[in-house]
């Protein structure tokens, strides 16, 4: 049972560069979140989708692109990658629904990304 | 501006005692909350939650507490056992929405011997 799946756990790019964070989930769930992790600011919200083929922006979405193609899968992108994305990312995954149980999210392991 | 606020960075509470760490929020919109537990180089754990229309919910050690009035909720860890040395976040959001959480800084929790 592998749950969140992240693909890389570890990157350094150089400034300018693109990559794309994988983020795979085996548990059927709706909705998908991509956060990013930095020093004494907690886990803030960069993306979400409830949905196959939806996507949406969340607090700090801006040098960020999402895809959700598959219902599996949700893509983070990064088109020109800045010192300041140097972070850690986190996907997370929750099932569509009106009980408690709904805003639990899963988590991923993480994906540090250093932005030189 | 932050919505859920955890103001100590940091506690450290001998083995067997209580820990104690608190959380504020802002927004009265909120109607559930949680908490999650991160060990470095993991992803964060969902450990316990409450309800807005609840104002104590225990899991074994752990304790969730809130005060809606008071826009604050706490978790107590009882007894204390160094592997629960770890960071928590506390964790708010709007039932029937999105499902994303609103995070707050985090406590890093040392338990000593």
């Known amino acids: 049972n592998a749950g969140v799946t992240q693909t890389p756990k570890f990157r350094v790019l150089k400034t300018g560069q693109s990559m794309t964070l994988l983020c795979a989930q085996d548990?059927?769930?709706?909705?998908m979140y991509w956060y990013r992790q930095d020093p004494g600011m907690g886990l803030r919200l960069i993306h979400y989708?409830?949905?196959?083929?939806?996507?949406a922006k969340g607090e700090v979405p801006d040098g960020y692109n999402v895809s959700r193609l598959k219902k599996q899968n949700f893509l983070l992108g990064l088109e020109s990658a800045a010192p300041s994305q140097t972070s850690v990312y986190f996907c997370?995954?929750?099932?569509?629904?009106?009980?408690?149980?709904?805003?639990?999210?899963?988590f991923g392991a993480g994906s540090r990304l250093t932005v030189l | 501006d932050q919505q859920v606020k955890q103001n100590s960075p940091s506690l450290s509470v001998q083995e067997g005692r209580i820990s104690i760490l608190n959380c504020d929020y802002t927004?009265?919109?909120?109607?559930?909350f949680l908490w999650y537990k991160k060990y470095p180089a993991e992803g964060p754990t969902f450990l316990i939650s409450?309800?807005?229309?609840?104002d104590k919910n225990e899991d074994g050690r752990f304790t969730v507490f809130l005060n809606k009035s008071a826009k604050h909720l706490s978790l107590h860890i009882v007894p204390s056992q160094p592997g629960d040395s770890a960071v928590y976040f506390c964790?708010?959001?709007?039932?029937?929405?999105?499902?994303?959480?609103?995070f707050g800084k985090g406590t890093s929790l040392l338990v000593t011997p």
């Open positions: 997370a995954s929750s099932y569509q629904g009106m009980g408690s149980g709904a805003n639990v999210l899963t």
């Open positions: 548990m059927n769930h709706e909705y």
């Open positions: 989708s409830v949905g196959e083929g939806t996507t």
């Open positions: 927004n009265s919109m909120f109607d559930y």
């Open positions: 409450i309800s807005s229309i609840k």
């Open positions: 964790a708010a959001t709007v039932i029937a929405e999105t499902n994303a959480l609103n």
